[in-house]
């Protein structure tokens, strides 16, 4: 775990890895951290085997927040390899260009500029916008989400750990999130961000 954690830390794992550290931590008896990190290897391999040791971990039957679309899956999949897509993005931009510069300077007619302008749209659009859904894990036992972000909010849950959720935004000490397809705060001390 010493080698792993800095590694860990520093956002440089992979799914072989975070089994390891997986295994340690339940080991040890950390089932919090087990199930932090089998909740980032779902991210990365969805599978219902790690749905069920995190059930186990956990002990509860049910877990919302693990469903993953194939929408969810392909948007996953353009964040994980973003660098080469901007990279191959960035040389098409630059073919382009030279296309544009050899066509002009044969011909007295001007040549089309709508694929540079398009491939420098979508360069400008996958470096600022494509992201992963923001989501946390439910760590601190027992958590309540509530309907306003307020100590005076109504109950909406009472939830253990090992639920994962869609972070909206944060105020102050809360998370506006999802939950079960409605709107609801948590408090930020009880989410692990993923």
Do not use: C
């Not at 544009?100 to 491939?119: F, I, Q, R």
Request: charged share 20%; proline share 4%.
């Amino acid at each position: 775990m010493e080698i792993y954690a800095p590694n860990y830390q520093k956002g440089l794992y992979s799914p072989s890895m975070l089994l390891k550290m997986a295994f340690i931590a339940e080991g040890t008896g950390d089932k919090e951290q087990a199930t932090l990190y089998l909740s980032k290897y779902y991210d990365l391999n969805p599978n219902t085997q790690t749905i069920s040791k995190i059930k186990t971990l956990t002990g509860q039957s049910t877990l919302y927040g693990y469903e993953v679309s194939d929408g969810g899956r392909f948007v996953l999949f353009l964040v994980e390899y973003k660098e080469i897509i901007v990279g191959l993005l960035t040389l098409f931009l630059l073919l382009s260009l030279i296309s544009n510069w050899w066509v002009g300077k044969k011909m007295d007619k001007s040549a089309s500029y709508w694929p540079t302008v398009l491939l420098i749209l979508l360069i400008f659009l996958a470096n600022n916008f494509l992201q992963g859904p923001r989501t946390g894990l439910i760590t601190h036992s027992p958590t309540f989400i509530v309907s306003k972000p307020s100590a005076g909010g109504e109950l909406v849950d009472r939830v253990e750990p090992g639920h994962r959720i869609k972070i909206k935004s944060g105020k102050d000490i809360w998370y506006e999130i999802e939950w079960k397809n409605k709107i609801a705060y948590i408090k930020k001390d009880h989410i692990t961000r993923l």
